[in-house]
């Protein structure tokens, strides 16, 4: 499989927590993108980072990669009960125009 | 400005029956693809279309077939379904490689 793997499948914290949600690939890669997915919807893009970038952000959201391990990480601060969803990591293989998503992360966040 | 729009929402076929899954995008999008979302599986890559006129297997193709009809409609075929094709079809497009894919609402099938 060409999927990526994301670490933890389940996270449940408390509103005004972090959450920190990680992404291992396995191919070279042109970039790394995260979705979003409330219960029962499309997926929305959240951020985009290229392999020569090693850290994003974009309002609440942080995010890290580190193409020596093939790995990312999605940060979310200060979470709010809206930020319950799943998570998904995407890569853009280097000399494709597929995009291959991982297993997803779902998030709860408790009021 | 609809984006990504898909047809049926929900389907129920009989085993051995065929359909086809439709999406449109409104975005003047060179690429689009198909992916299943199974549970515990995350979203896998059925075929994609890097460009009008041009098609591609992606990891999951076996069962399955495209028409990208012109650059805003890429339809999927099942021609004749399985049980273990019951999933959540999602099409995506995007401008072109390396940028962010726009989905749309998914269709919700089940092979009895």
């Known amino acids: 499989s060409q999927q990526g793997e994301e670490d933890p499948q389940a996270l449940s914290i408390q509103e005004g927590e972090n959450a920190t949600m990680n992404c291992s690939y396995k191919t070279s890669i042109n970039n790394l993108q995260w979705y979003r997915q409330n219960s029962g919807r499309g997926l929305v893009h959240l951020i985009l980072i290229r392999s020569n970038e090693r850290e994003k952000h974009s309002g609440r959201l942080r995010v890290t990669l580190d193409t020596s391990k093939k790995s990312s990480s999605l940060l979310i601060t200060a979470s709010r009960a809206a930020d319950t969803a799943s998570y998904f990591c995407a890569t853009d293989a280097y000399g494709a125009n597929n995009l291959f998503f991982g297993t997803g992360t779902r998030l709860t966040v408790i009021p | 400005n609809a984006g990504v729009t898909q047809t049926p929402k929900f389907q129920v076929l009989k085993t051995g029956q065929s359909m086809t899954l439709q999406c449109a995008q409104d975005m003047n999008h060179n690429s689009m693809y198909w992916y299943r979302q199974d549970p515990g599986m995350g979203l896998r890559l059925i075929y994609y279309?890097?460009?009008?006129?041009?098609?591609d297997k992606g990891e999951v193709p076996n069962g399955y077939n495209v028409s990208r009809l012109n650059k805003r409609e890429f339809s999927l075929r099942l021609e004749s379904a399985a049980p273990s094709q019951t999933s959540v079809y999602f099409c995506?497009?995007?401008?072109?490689?390396?940028?962010?894919?726009?989905f749309g609402q998914g269709t919700r099938l089940t092979v009895v």
């Open positions: 279309s890097a460009s009008e006129g041009t098609t």
């Open positions: 995506a497009s995007r401008p072109v490689s390396n940028t962010e894919a726009f």
